[in-house]
């Protein structure tokens, strides 16, 4: 392993906190708002549901901090399948991230590409499709040259996000409060099923934090600095949101935002004039292009980690002497552009709503059987009241993921066939050629 080098254990809490706000802070926060104002009209409600989706992620955090502590990897939820449930649960689990997060990829590109051709980039002569190709190229020249300098960009771009967002903040309430109802207010106009419906978009707005566990093998003391970076993390981002949404809410009724599509951008609008679409455009592809850095970061330690276990050829399983998995971030980008170019990235986005939250479910059961497997193993950080509380995760994860399943169920099935047929293929290729590229898959 020496000859073909090690990830460089240089990062950081400060880079552990921006990459879950990295990963975290987006679009969401921008357009979520008023899908969820339809659940009440009381400002009180939806401020306590934002509130409360920092709780449920917080809850949902806990055995990523636990796996993260005691089993720092750059497999991240790979390596704690591989631990808990034996090679083809780790085989399956890294066909279910890369098959996911590639494609995904591609489609934060392409948005970033749609983002630069409103702003008029490239003056009409280049398509989303292409301005989407040159932000691939651009990320991969960024965080080629080591992890020190990846771990820097990501720490600009996610403070870049924060103040911005607390600058809008800070401005919305600058300006006069909107005017109090003069009649009485529907605390549930769609009853409990608009409160449901809130938390779903909520919970997705908080989606994200997992990925820091990713670098396990490049933070320094994981052990103490990963739980802290994710429970840090997703204080920082309930903050956050809970301020966004206050400031909202002092410059437009909960009816306002009810009826909006972009709440922030139309808020900014009584403020900004003509040019608050600009602001808000700028902000996006400031966002897009954040999460599309970090992206390139996380699958290329996946990548990097499946080829070291011999699941992907052990070519990609090269580091550079600044740490950087170059072969394996190549393969992203190629990977990703090919999902892009086809257009295959858009079914595939598809199949991911219930693919991730299937890894939920995965990671809670994973904490628990090694709870009775290993025992012994050192955990730096510990979930209290363990099997209470892990019972009550995994039925919550459960009950979600019987309901994206069923909301959408073709999708959701497709996105379990495919990772059931690469990994049977690969499973089988692996017994007929008797593990050329495999370690004990058979």
């Known amino acids: 392993m020496s000859d073909k080098g090690h990830l460089l254990r240089v990062l950081g809490i400060v880079f552990g906190l921006a ?6 802070v987006g679009q969401g926060i921008l357009r979520a708002p008023g899908v969820v104002a339809q659940a009440s009209e009381s400002p009180w409600i939806l401020i306590a549901l934002w509130v409360l989706g920092g709780i449920l992620a917080a809850f949902a955090a806990l055995p990523f901090a636990e796996l993260g502590a005691a089993l720092p990897s750059a497999g991240g939820v790979v390596a704690f399948a591989g631990r808990a449930f034996g090679p083809k649960a780790r085989l399956a689990t890294a066909f279910t991230m890369l098959l996911m997060l590639i494609s995904a990829l591609a489609g934060v590109a392409i948005v970033a590409g749609e983002f630069l051709v409103r702003l008029g980039v490239g003056g009409g002569r280049f398509g989303p499709g292409a301005l989407a190709t040159f932000m691939l190229v651009l990320f991969f020249v960024v965080n080629a040259p080591g992890t020190r300098m990846s771990g820097t960009v990501q720490i600009l771009f996610s403070a870049t996000k924060g103040v911005v967002l607390m600058a809008l903040a800070v401005v919305l309430f600058s300006q006069p409060g909107v005017a109090q109802a003069a009649t009485p207010i529907e605390l549930a106009p769609q009853g409990w099923l608009g409160f449901a419906t809130a938390m779903l978009v909520i919970v997705g707005a908080y989606n994200g934090w997992g990925d820091v566990v990713v670098y396990g093998e490049e933070i320094e003391d994981p052990g103490k600095q990963i739980p802290r970076a994710i429970f840090g993390g997703i204080l920082g981002i309930t903050l956050l949101y809970v301020a966004v949404n206050l400031a909202l809410l002092h410059r437009l009724a909960p009816a306002e935002m009810a009826s909006s599509e972009f709440a922030a951008a139309d808020a900014a609008g009584t403020v900004f004039g003509g040019t608050g679409d600009l602001v808000f455009t700028l902000f996006g592809l400031l966002s897009i292009s954040a999460i599309c850095s970090l992206m390139m970061m996380t699958i290329s330690r996946i990548t990097y980690d499946s080829a070291r276990e011999g699941i992907l050829p052990s070519y990609f399983a090269t580091v550079t002497p600044r740490g950087t998995p170059l072969r394996a971030m190549t393969l992203v980008v190629l990977g990703s552009a090919a999902f892009l170019w086809s257009g295959t990235y858009l079914a595939l986005s598809s199949t991911s709503t219930s693919l991730s939250q299937a890894i939920f479910v995965l990671v809670a059961l994973c904490s628990m059987r090694l709870r009775i497997t290993e025992p012994g193993l050192a955990r730096p950080f510990k979930v209290p009241f363990f099997w209470p509380l892990m019972c009550l995760l995994l039925l919550l994860d459960a009950v979600t993921l019987a309901v994206f399943i069923a909301q959408d ?22 017994r007929i050629g008797r593990g050329r590229y495999t370690k004990d898959l058979a």
């Open 19 to 24: 990459a879950v706000v990295g990963s975290v």
């Open 409 to 430: 169920p073709y999708y959701a099935l497709l996105g379990f066939g495919l990772v059931a047929a690469l990994s049977g293929g690969y499973w089988l290729l692996a």
